[in-house]
């Protein structure tokens, strides 16, 4: 069974900085992707990067240039470098992962994802 755990979230004023971590377990990695997912109060859930198991990555058009996904195989982590954060950027952050590489889109929808982790909020400050 697959597990996701996510960690380092928190508050931050604009323009500042944080690093989203998010630790599996119970899987191959090379035989899934990984996303990041986020959900404001009131809003969907919506795709934010996208950790391909080809090592190529894609992000959503409002984080391009400021959010890095990034993995390490050798930790089974997986991480989202998020700068110049605004605070329309403030959500809860999720982990996700999906072994179907068809459904590995980031705009692909919270349905396409099988395992997820429990959340970790961003706050951003204006």
């Known amino acids: 069974q697959v597990q996701l755990v996510e960690s380092g979230g928190g508050s931050v004023q604009a323009g500042g900085s944080l690093r989203l971590s998010c630790s599996a377990s119970?899987?191959?990695?090379?035989?899934?992707?990984m996303a990041w997912f986020r959900q404001a109060p009131g809003k969907e859930r919506e795709g934010v990067a996208v950790?391909?198991?080809?090592?190529?990555?894609t992000y959503a058009d409002s984080v391009k240039g400021r959010f890095t996904i990034s993995n390490d195989n050798a930790k089974n982590a997986l991480y989202l470098q998020m700068n110049s954060l605004k605070p329309e950027d403030s959500a809860m952050y999720y982990c996700?992962?999906?072994?179907?590489?068809?459904?590995?889109?980031?705009?692909?929808?919270?349905?396409?994802?099988?395992?997820w982790g429990q959340g970790n909020q961003v706050t951003v400050s204006s």
């Open positions: 950790f391909h198991n080809d090592g190529s990555t």
């Open positions: 119970g899987y191959t990695s090379y035989r899934y992707c």
């Open positions: 996700a992962a999906e072994r179907t590489v068809l459904r590995c889109r980031v705009d692909a929808g919270p349905k396409a994802y099988t395992y």
